[in-house]
């Protein structure tokens, strides 16, 4: 799998598009998980469909249907660098080892603001979680504590109140 990944991050590497996922799915699907900064267009779904059909039937993957398609609003963070670009978002955070007998949180991710030559090896993130019992807390962490992480927008379906 690490292979096609590979092969796709390559293929999709002249256009503004970043590849988030690549999975096999049954009956031969071949799901190809794409993002933007200004959202996935049906448009770039197209674009990634159409590149990849031609590299894979030169490489010679096999399956039998590709669907490309956009993250969605929970968004999975599975590189460093999604950490650092999703800086400020409301984040689901699930650590491999508990914390006082949990593992997964909820809050808003802050990313150390030192990168670059002067940024540590391994950069320590904060969690500013919610606010259940009135108290606030923040957890800290670094990317190698962490088992998944995903985005977890608060949507309001209400609209603006006049």
Do not use: W
Request: some cysteine; glycine content about 6%; aromatic content about 6%.
């Amino acid at each position: 799998m690490a292979d096609i990944f590979a092969l796709t991050q390559e293929a999709l590497a002249g256009i503004d598009i970043e590849l988030v996922d690549v999975e096999r799915a049954p009956l031969g699907l071949l799901l190809v998980t794409i993002d933007r900064p200004e959202g996935v267009r049906i448009e770039d779904c197209e674009l990634v469909s159409r590149q990849l059909s031609r590299v894979f039937e030169v490489e010679n993957i096999d399956y039998q249907r590709l669907e490309v398609g956009s993250p969605g609003t929970d968004r999975p963070l599975k590189r460093l660098a999604d950490f650092f670009r999703f800086d400020g978002e409301h984040v689901e955070v699930k650590l491999r080892e508990p914390i006082d007998n949990r593992k997964v949180f909820k809050g808003i991710l802050r990313a150390p603001e030192e990168q670059g030559a002067d940024a540590p090896a391994t950069p320590e993130f904060e969690l500013e979680l919610d606010a259940k019992s009135g108290q606030e807390s923040v957890l800290n962490f670094t990317f190698e504590d962490v088992d998944r992480a995903k985005l977890d927008p608060i949507l309001d379906f209400k609209g603006k109140k006049r």
